[in-house]
């Protein structure tokens, strides 16, 4: 009977610790120089992660975690970005032509020579965002709606009007 005891609470011990939330802790991965076209990022908590010189056109990062990363001269083309936390990330020269920022969280990050060519910055959060006065004068003419997650505007973010 203790063997079958024992055997019983293994098995539950093991089950526990395949459904921990091991998943939901930060992975902190070097992507540098990668060709990671059409990935899917969706919803990972990447949290200080390297995407450098990266290659993600039409990638999906929506709802992922990704503060403190580095996107430095990355190609974010046509990539799902809806909702990502990339704030006081290293974003500059980046390209996001197409790309889909909507509701996205931008916060202190740093965005200098960066891209936005027919961008959806939709709800998006740029707060103490670093750009050059081009960019902020460019997104203004886009920027609409309330980040759902911190609650701000988008042009209130930006320091349009």
């Known amino acids: 009977m203790s063997y079958l005891r024992l055997a019983i609470t293994a098995i539950f011990a093991i089950a ?7 998943n939901a802790q930060a992975e902190t991965l070097s992507f540098s120089h990668a060709q990671l076209k059409g990935r899917d990022f969706s919803g990972r908590v990447l949290a200080g992660s390297g995407f ?8 999906n990062f929506e709802n992922a975690d990704l503060r403190g990363s580095v996107f430095s001269a990355s190609i974010l083309r046509n990539a799902k970005l809806q909702g990502a936390d990339f704030s006081g990330g290293l974003l500059d020269q980046a390209d996001f032509a197409k790309a889909d920022l909507s509701n996205a969280v931008l916060v202190e990050t740093i965005l200098l020579r960066s891209t936005f060519d027919f961008v959806n910055i939709d709800g998006a959060d740029f707060t103490d965002a670093i750009m050059d006065g ?28």
């Open 134 to 161: 081009g960019q902020r004068k460019w997104l203004c003419t886009k920027a609409k709606g309330i980040n759902s997650k911190t609650g701000v505007s988008t042009r209130e973010s930006l320091e349009c009007d």
């Open 52 to 59: 450098a010189n990266a290659n993600m056109e039409g990638a």
């Open 16 to 22: 526990c610790l395949l459904v921990s939330p091991m």
